[in-house]
């Protein structure tokens, strides 16, 4: 692990995939031993979308949301081809994804995660496979694409390429960190 201080300029690796046709799988259900509810946000306020962002991104990074005026934000989530999913759990939200459909015949995963207390329990699969299925449901979706970098969760890339998503582009950016951030794995 190697840690990089705030204000530090850092180089990472993104990496763009899509899924052109619809995963093999059916809806999973939840871990055994789980409860959940998958809860489609309607309108959600700016503030209800940066708590879960910061929540789920914060030991990654995800701190671009922040830069953006907050009417920029609540035009996004508030567009009626964006739509906000969280999973609810013993009364507080586990994860959460983003698709977005503004891109005619796309439907972009914006957004996906786990809080830290929820990774490792199974979860992330079945978020995953719900967020995927979902995608497809939407009426015009021809792909589905995502985007992760070399600073989000180590295993990341290999669990889209799991789903389904292959790689279609990489690039090499740069950033200066707003926050402290410990790689645990190489940025480039």
Not at 12 to 41: D, H, I, N, Q, S
Not at 87 to 93: A, D, E, F, I, V
Request: charge should be neutral; proline fraction near 7%; include cysteine.
């Amino acid at each position: 692990m190697t840690l990089y201080r705030a204000g530090q300029s850092i180089d990472y690796r993104v990496t763009w995939l899509e899924m052109t046709k619809r995963p093999g799988f059916g809806w999973p259900p939840l871990p055994l031993g789980r409860e959940g509810l998958l809860v489609r946000a309607d309108a959600p306020p700016v503030w209800w979308f940066l708590s879960l962002y910061d929540a789920v991104g914060r030991d990654y990074a995800w701190t671009d949301q922040h830069a953006r005026p907050a009417a920029e934000v609540e035009a996004w989530i508030q567009h009626p081809e964006v739509a906000l999913y969280a999973l609810m759990s013993r009364g507080w939200p586990q994860g959460f994804f983003m698709l977005d459909g503004t891109e005619a015949g796309t439907c972009d995963l914006a957004y996906f995660g786990l809080v830290p207390q929820a990774v490792g329990t199974g979860l992330g699969s079945w978020l995953l496979k719900t967020a995927l299925l979902t995608a497809w449901e939407r009426p015009d979706t021809r792909k589905v694409t995502v985007n992760t970098c070399t600073l989000d969760h180590p295993r990341a890339l290999q669990q889209y390429q799991r789903m389904g998503f292959s790689p279609v582009r990489t690039e090499v950016k740069s950033r200066k960190l707003v926050q402290d951030f410990t790689a645990s794995q190489p940025l480039t």
